[in-house]
């Protein structure tokens, strides 16, 4: 194999960001599996050209007002799958755009991020009004690292959220909470949280007494 001319650090950060694009396409194809099931819509074709185009934003949008009209007695499900896409929508959705939009320079393992914005601030009142046009940050790997992982773990619980929307009406009727499920995940190995886990992940709100 050729030896690449950018360097080592430059490869590792790539290869991150790569999986950056990797698992926010599976976590974006969860997201549609959600709409299209909640939505009730069964036809592939049609669910593809919804979804399709649509940006993560208006797709968020949607899946609050669905998680809250198909929610009926299970409040810790609707609970954990809101939190779970304000993480997504204000927390990794802005990261990831910054790292896979930015231009990505340096020499050695001293590497940056740049990005085109505008936007105009005043630092203090009494100061006259500054124009910014770029952004220019630090690229760590680390951070990469950790951004790829929080997002494959992130398709994870939608993919939770999606199996016990499966059987939602079931585990109503049978008194099975979304709670009960989750144990149930965790005792047989499908849920996971003791490698990369998200500095914020979903919690589940405490079960009422009485």
């Not at 599996?33 to 669910?47: Q, S, T």
């Not at 940050?137 to 690292?145: L, Q, V, Y």
Request: with cysteine; proline share 4%; charged share 30%.
């Amino acid at each position: 194999m050729a030896k690449s001319p950018h360097g080592r650090a430059v490869e590792r950060m790539a290869a991150e960001i790569g999986y950056v694009c990797i698992h926010w396409a599976w976590l974006e194809n969860m997201i549609d599996f959600l709409i299209a099931h909640l939505a009730g819509i069964k036809d592939e074709e049609a669910w593809h050209a919804i979804t399709g185009n649509l940006d993560l934003r208006q797709k968020t949008q949607i899946l609050r007002a669905l998680f809250f009209l198909r929610k009926g007695k299970n409040e810790d499900w609707y609970d954990y799958a809101v939190e779970m896409l304000n993480f997504i929508d204000n927390d990794l959705r802005p990261r990831r755009n910054h790292l896979v939009h930015a231009s990505l320079y340096g020499s050695g393992w001293d590497l940056k991020h740049e990005k085109k914005i505008i936007k105009i601030t005043k630092p203090q009142a009494f100061q006259k009004a500054e124009l910014k046009t770029l952004d220019v940050r630090p690229a760590k790997i680390a951070e990469a690292r950790k951004l790829q992982k929080e997002i494959f773990q992130y398709a994870g619980f939608c993919g939770l959220i999606y199996g016990f929307s499966l059987h939602a009406d079931v585990a109503e009727r049978q008194g099975v909470s979304f709670q009960q499920f989750l144990r149930q995940a965790k005792s047989s190995g499908r849920l996971k949280h003791k490698r990369s886990k998200p500095k914020r992940p979903p919690k589940l709100p405490r079960a009422k007494s009485g």
